[in-house]
């Protein structure tokens, strides 16, 4: 009985001192200033998350021109970034192709929202792509030419990314028909900046079949300037014999850079105007490595209308002439022996009759 009371003593002990302890512990300030004793707190949440598309250029495209533009779509977006990789023709220790990337202007919407700082919307960049590509032309080197494209909307929860392929090329080479000999015609359109084409043509296996390759000039403009434009080139198939079939045209493309060429003594070489010989070489624009199809007809021998039979012989037209003139010289010479010997018989006979 007496140790009850002791521990029942000893709980009221302990509540009484548990009491005051709560009673003088300081108060924060948060519960001080509020009467209703609650702490508001204030949170963003973003529950909409970035997306985006691009439109146009389309996937797998091809072109001559410098300035891409791009036209996207883009949701919840506080910027969109545009990266454009190419493949460096290298590999890791693993055997991966290294990849290399060239970071484009970013696009920043106008019409953020004041609370989450993102937008949707579309819009277009216009890109100057050869300014890049110029700066790493040197890294670029046999790789000129296939790039991806990625456009990357960021927001504060995350990013979003699109992309798209596309081949770039300082040159491009068209077939647009043939020539009265059948030799292929074909346009050659060039970028700013080329002051000179070389088009090589080769069988399908890349085996060089001119002596020389092809050479396109472009004539500057008054300021000096190389500009965009095309030429009509015709390849002389027929002077070289060679068949029907289809061929690759390389076109390689040059810039004329600004030092003149020099002899051995370093003096500057000029031409036959004395105009100074500029150097071409790759300061702009870099070597076209992809290979343009040219289909090639040889032309038919001038066969005359001369029946089934003799059509089917394929003789030509120069041919028939000359047998009829040896036949003709053959029947002159067989008409002469037989008057020649007439005549000597008509003699003959005459001094039998006195």
Do not use: C, W
């Amino acid at each position: 009985m007496r140790k009850k009371k002791l521990f029942g003593r000893i709980g009221l002990v302990l509540v009484a001192l548990m009491t005051a302890f709560a009673y003088y512990l300081p108060t924060s300030d948060a519960a001080a200033t509020s009467d209703s004793h609650t702490d508001i707190i204030r949170v963003t949440v973003y529950d909409q998350y970035p997306a985006v598309t691009i439109t146009s250029p389309e996937d797998q495209t091809s072109g001559v021109s410098e300035d891409i533009e791009v036209t996207f779509s883009y949701e919840n977006a506080n910027h969109v970034d545009f990266i454009l990789s190419y493949d460096t023709g290298e590999v890791d220790g693993e055997g991966q192709p290294i990849y290399k990337e060239i970071s484009l202007p970013t696009f920043n919407p106008d019409d953020l929202d004041p609370t989450f700082f993102y937008a949707s919307g579309d819009d277009t960049v216009t890109f100057k792509l050869g300014d890049y590509l110029t700066t790493h032309a040197a890294e670029l080197g046999n790789n000129y030419g296939n790039f991806t494209l990625t456009a990357r909307a960021v927001s504060p929860v995350g990013y979003a990314e699109d992309a798209i392929e596309f081949s770039y090329s300082p040159t491009i080479v068209t077939q647009t028909g043939s020539d009265s000999a059948q030799d292929p015609i074909v346009e050659v359109s060039y970028d700013d900046g080329v002051a000179k084409v070389e088009l090589m043509v080769t069988d399908k296996n890349g085996n060089p079949l001119f002596d020389e390759p092809i050479v396109v000039l472009v004539t500057p403009d008054a300021n000096g300037d190389y500009l965009a434009g095309a030429q009509s080139v015709t390849l002389p198939f027929g002077s070289y014999g060679l068949a029907s079939g289809d061929y690759l045209v390389y076109a390689t493309s040059y810039s004329r850079t600004s030092a003149a060429a020099e002899d051995e003594d370093g003096n500057p070489v000029y031409d036959d105007d004395g105009n100074p010989v500029y150097v071409y070489g790759y300061a702009e624009i870099a070597n076209q490595h992809n290979p343009f199809p040219v289909t090639y007809v040889q032309p038919a021998p001038d066969v005359p209308n001369t029946g089934r039979f003799l059509g089917n012989l394929n003789i030509a037209q120069s041919d028939y002439v000359i047998t009829a003139l040896i036949a003709f010289s053959g029947v002159l010479f067989i008409a002469f022996l037989l008057l020649g010997r007439k005549k000597k018989n008509y003699r003959k006979n005459y001094r039998s009759r006195r």
